[in-house]
């Protein structure tokens, strides 16, 4: 395991999910970083400070004027000695401090001194997530640099459901270090579909769908940061172009395919996760088509199987398909894994409030020949680093069986 030669100020804040940041501190210990720990005093009503002590080996710092603390390392020099402010979980009152300049206790004067990168991991109720005063909090913080990881969706300990919940550890320590796991696509080629097709009717008109491509795009930006060497054939999205990776880009269903099927034998892996037209115009007509009767009806012919052509080719490479679905998500995704022959096959709900097309956010259902992991619902930069990091352990796995 490589190791993160870094030094952390985890400041931990008071909120019920504090008890993770204990297993957070010892995950970040465990990959060599320097942990030390500053809590707020409603921190330590949820955790002992003596429980980060011993986990990482040093006292932690609760109070802005304590005398022995002050002697043996001031805020000013807390603050200089890190490379990386991570608060985990931020509650709602320390994001507001934060982003309005308040100083009234150690971790908010620290954020005030720290001159490094700083990381939050909110974590509260979903309506006060949801509240404009948070909303605005938040947007000040990311304006003055703040990276925010998460929340996540899910049940939360108040016993309501809806985002806010703190990201698990082990994904914040992911998303701060993408290499401590050696970035595990090193060397690999993989190529991925995003975005929707457009299906020409006429010169002006299309079929198309509301996929945004968002998926897609997290999925080869995560793919370059593990290591993978990528191509992305896009269709067409309103998102920019990643930076140091190769995108060509489609229109049609048919043009998606020619330049899939150009590429696949060159690469280690396929993630088809563009939302490809099933369907297509019989015919495009050449001139507008004019509007005269009551009723137009268009005929469509099925557009080829892209997914299916790729894990039909004699040497294929790993490839993973997409599902969206409306009803039956496990079983209609575990049939298309074994009709399609694919080697992975991630599946979402569609027509729901959250999540899926066109969000920032989605949660997948996973199946694979002889497995199955729920990914909870997350933004999909998140999702996209556990989605490639299950597709990196499977193939791991393959090559040392
Ligand atoms: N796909 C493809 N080529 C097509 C249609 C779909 O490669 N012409 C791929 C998508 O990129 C995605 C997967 O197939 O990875 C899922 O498509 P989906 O529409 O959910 O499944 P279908 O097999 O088309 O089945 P159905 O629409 O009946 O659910």
Redesign the pocket.
């Known amino acids: 395991m490589k190791t993160i030669s870094k030094r952390i100020l985890l400041g931990v804040s008071g909120g019920i999910a504090a008890y993770k940041s204990a297993q957070l501190a010892r995950l970040l210990y465990r990959q060599g970083a320097d942990v030390r720990v500053v809590m707020t005093i409603s921190a330590t009503r949820f955790v002992t400070p003596l429980t980060f002590q011993a986990l990482t080996g040093h006292p932690v710092h609760t109070t802005l004027l304590d005398e022995h603390q002050e002697n043996a390392m001031g805020h000013i020099n807390l603050a200089r000695w890190a490379d990386l402010l991570l608060v985990a979980p931020a509650t709602a009152n320390v994001l507001a401090k934060f982003s309005q300049g308040l100083a009234d206790d150690l971790l908010s004067t620290l954020y005030l001194a720290a001159e490094c990168p700083v990381f939050v991991a909110p974590a509260m109720n979903q309506a006060m997530w949801a509240k404009p005063a948070t909303r605005e909090n938040l947007q000040r913080l990311k304006n003055h640099g703040v990276t925010v990881l998460g929340p996540e969706q899910g049940e939360q300990a108040c016993g309501e459901t809806g985002p806010g919940r703190m990201l698990e550890p082990e994904t914040i320590c992911r998303l701060l270090f993408p290499s401590a796991n050696g970035a595990p696509l090193q060397g690999k080629k993989v190529l991925i579909?995003a975005g929707p097709t457009r299906e020409p009717l006429d010169p002006v008109r299309y079929i198309s769908n509301r996929s945004s491509g968002k998926m897609g795009y997290a999925l080869a930006n995560v793919a370059a940061k593990f290591g993978a060497e990528v191509t992305l054939i896009s269709g067409p999205v309103a998102l920019p172009a990643p930076a140091g990776i190769k995108v060509l880009s489609v229109e049609t269903?048919q043009q998606m395919?020619d330049a899939v099927l150009a590429q696949a034998h060159r690469h280690d892996i396929y993630i088809?996760?563009?939302?490809?037209?099933?369907y297509s115009p019989a015919a495009v007509e050449k001139e507008k088509i004019k509007k005269h009767a009551d009723e137009l009806l268009l005929p469509l012919q099925k557009?080829?199987?892209?997914?299916?052509a790729v894990a039909a080719l004699p040497d294929k490479p790993y490839t993973v398909?997409?599902?969206?679905?409306t009803e039956d998500l496990a079983l209609?995704a575990q049939k298309?894994l074994q009709r399609?022959n694919l080697d992975m096959i991630a599946a979402n709900w569609v027509g729901r409030e959250s999540g899926g097309f066109d969000s920032d956010r989605n949660a997948l259902s996973v199946f694979w020949q002889g497995g199955h992991c729920q990914l909870e619902m997350a933004d999909k930069r998140v999702i996209a680093e556990q989605l490639l990091d299950l597709i990196a352990e499977r193939i791991n796995a393959k090559s040392t069986a």
Request: no cysteine; aromatic share 8%; net charge neutral.
């Open positions: 579909t269903a395919y088809g996760a563009a939302a490809v037209a099933d557009t080829r199987d892209i997914l299916a398909g997409f599902a969206a679905e209609h298309k399609k």
